[in-house]
């Protein structure tokens, strides 16, 4: 069998305590501690986990955003190319309907698209299944 040495062991069996003169209150002490650095840990995974999120989001968003711009140009655009085109049915205004409609194509395809981003947003389940799983090794460390 493979000599196996923890840190602070002064004994190669791993069925032996590593710290055997530490009383009660200073291994709960150091279950503190070791616990504190876990939550910290999942904390930081966290907020990984939710940057990579929100980017996402705001690609979304500012694809939506664009949408939104492009659509109003496209309602504009049209407009004076109906008015134009039924008022003095004259080629500009065909020429407007015909931009207008463009813009309408473009305006769609950036809703779809940031609709689709939006859609793909997630909350980070490996962090939650993670601190899920810790908890119920806590509670079974007690019993």
Do not use: C, H
């Amino acid at each position: 069998m493979a000599d196996i040495r923890l840190e602070g062991s002064t004994t190669s069996d791993p069925r032996q305590p590593m710290d055997p003169d530490l009383s009660i209150g200073e291994l709960v002490g150091r279950l503190t501690a070791d616990f504190g650095d876990l939550v910290s840990t999942q904390v930081e995974l966290a907020k990984v986990e939710i940057k990579e999120e929100v980017v996402r989001a705001g690609r979304g968003a500012g694809l939506l955003t664009g949408g939104g711009l492009v659509a109003y140009l496209a309602v504009t655009l049209l407009s004076f190319a109906a008015a134009w085109g039924l008022d003095e049915v004259m080629p500009a205004g065909f020429a407007f309907l015909i931009v207008g409609v463009i813009w309408a194509v473009v305006a769609a395809v950036l809703l779809m698209s940031g609709r689709r981003q939006l859609e793909a947003v997630r909350v980070p389940q490996q962090t939650k299944t993670s601190i899920e799983e810790d908890v119920e090794w806590a509670k079974n460390q007690r019993s």
